[in-house]
């Protein structure tokens, strides 16, 4: 399985677990000059920018550590973008959530980090 195909897939997986937890899909791979945001979903009416982490060990620090300063940044960046085209969103509250994702990346087990950073910390 190839890096892209396994990021596929564990992604998919963290979106059907997290429309099980309630979340809605706003956007998948949502594109802009600033990065990409994985997903974009609302839950209870706040936006959530989930970044889906992957790692097969804990080898590194696991998918926690690499969301670091600069990932933050380019997140929030894409937020940003993202809602500077879905101004009728804009007005929302938002949140950053991290899914880190072990394991089979066919049924991987799952550890959401709600708020794991603010806006201003990117």
């Known amino acids: 399985m190839t890096a892209r195909a396994?990021?596929?897939?564990?992604?998919?997986?963290?979106?059907?677990?997290?429309?099980?937890?309630?979340?809605r899909l706003l956007a998948r791979n949502a594109h802009s000059r600033g990065g990409e945001l994985d997903l974009v979903m609302e839950d209870a009416g706040?936006?959530?920018f989930v970044e889906v982490r992957?790692?097969?060990?804990?080898?590194?620090g696991g998918g926690a550590?690499?969301?670091d300063a600069g990932k933050r940044r380019r997140l929030v960046q894409a937020a940003?973008?993202?809602?500077?085209?879905h101004p009728a969103l804009a007005m929302?509250?938002?949140?950053?959530?991290v899914v880190l994702?072990?394991?089979?990346?066919?049924?991987?087990?799952?550890d959401w980090q709600r708020a794991a950073f603010d806006a201003d910390e990117g």
């Open 6 to 23: 396994r990021g596929a897939a564990v992604e998919a997986a963290a979106l059907a677990w997290l429309q099980q937890q309630g979340l």
């Open 46 to 48: 706040s936006l959530v």
């Open 54 to 60: 992957y790692r097969a060990g804990r080898g590194f």
């Open 65 to 67: 550590a690499s969301v």
């Open 80 to 85: 940003a973008a993202w809602l500077g085209a």
């Open 92 to 97: 929302r509250p938002c949140r950053f959530d």
């Open 101 to 110: 994702a072990s394991g089979n990346p066919h049924a991987p087990r799952f």
